[in-house]
């Protein structure tokens, strides 16, 4: 079709999965790691995104809420999706209806949705500001259609319930437009692999931490310093941490990785690294562990062009890069994530 989300659902299962292979495959020998192994594609099912970014807007009295077509500005007006959970998309149906409302005729709004364990949490962006008029219409829809969480422009209009989400053994409360893994199935894949890519370490740096995806699983064998720009993001970890019992200690840290990544010295007192960037990649913080002493690195990525970047410089440190992962959470698009372990 031309929603710009899906761009290979007609492919054959087996033709896709290779292709999918193919940018690990490709990235990384771009960059002179051709012989290392990668994995067969790990695929979650459809209907798992919990987190997506709709476009919206109003003309000429009808609204149109979903996704841009391919290469264009144009809103596809979403009435199916195989991608987003089922939660997601009943919320698109509710948003059509509160948008017949509360947008003027030629306006537009996005909103990013996400699909938390205690309920869907909406944060909307337009060009309007909240006003208590605005704010008693976007209550009433929410507490209509079970909404935990609406807020605009940064603030909050309505919580009938905190959203959190479970890490570990931790329900960790999201701030407002917290980042997610995309889906719990794909999420799974990924812990498992970076649990094993750590074994036996007892004392962790996990690094770009988030709210704490990995912090939490890591810090039930082993002592945790989490590291992330976002300060509401480090306190959800530091609140969770505060409440949840059978874990090692969680320490945290606001930190820019881009401009100061953690230095030899600072390294030294870890004997693995969890690192989990942007699609920018880590290439500060890799040619600062290429010169460190720690052991064991497990590296997620949601690009395969900065992972195979930052694992040349790895390599070129002395570390042995092990199988890469792919892990297909970006359903029939064109971005694949992937996972793998570095050891000395």
Not at 175 to 196: C, D, M, N, V, Y
Not at 320 to 338: C, R
């Amino acid at each position: 079709g031309v929603c710009g989300g899906c761009s290979f659902q007609d492919m054959p299962d087996d033709a896709y999965r290779a292709l999918k292979r193919s940018f690990v495959v490709d990235a990384l020998a771009q960059n002179g790691l051709e012989s290392i192994e990668v994995d067969s594609v790990i695929e979650v099912p459809p209907h798992t995104r919990r987190r997506a970014v709709f476009k919206a807007a109003k003309r000429a009295g009808d609204v149109q809420i979903g996704f841009h077509a391919a290469q264009s500005h144009a809103i596809v007006d979403m009435r199916e999706c195989l991608v987003i959970t089922p939660n997601l998309f009943a919320l698109v149906g509710a948003m059509r209806a509160l948008f017949a409302t509360l947008l003027n005729d030629g306006e537009d709004i996005e909103v990013h949705a996400t699909d938390s364990d205690t309920g869907s949490e909406i944060a909307m962006r337009w060009s309007r500001k909240l006003t208590p008029a605005i704010s008693a219409q976007l209550a009433g829809w929410a507490q209509k259609n079970k909404v935990a969480r609406v807020t605009l422009n940064g603030n909050i209009a309505s919580e009938f319930a905190t959203p959190t989400v479970q890490f570990g053994k931790a329900h960790v409360t999201l701030p407002p437009e917290s980042f997610l893994q995309p889906t719990r199935e794909g999420e799974a894949a990924l812990r498992e692999k970076i649990l094993a890519g750590v074994k036996n370490a007892k004392a962790v740096a996990d690094l770009f931490a988030g709210c704490g995806t990995f912090t939490f699983p890591l810090a039930e064998k082993a002592k945790v310093h989490a590291v992330e720009l976002d300060k509401p993001a480090l306190a959800a970890i530091a609140a969770a941490a505060r409440v949840t019992q059978g874990l090692k200690p969680i320490t945290t840290e606001a930190r820019d990785l881009f401009k100061i990544p953690l230095s030899g010295d600072e390294l030294k007192p870890f004997d693995a690294v969890v690192l989990d960037p942007p699609r920018a990649g880590a290439l500060a913080q890799a040619r600062a562990l290429a010169t460190s002493k720690v052991r064991r690195i497990a590296y997620v990525s949601c690009s395969a062009e900065t992972f195979a970047r930052d694992a040349r410089v790895l390599v070129d440190g002395g570390y042995k890069l092990g199988a890469v992962t792919p892990v297909d959470q970006f359903l029939w698009s064109s971005h694949i994530e992937l996972v793998a372990a570095f050891a000395r």
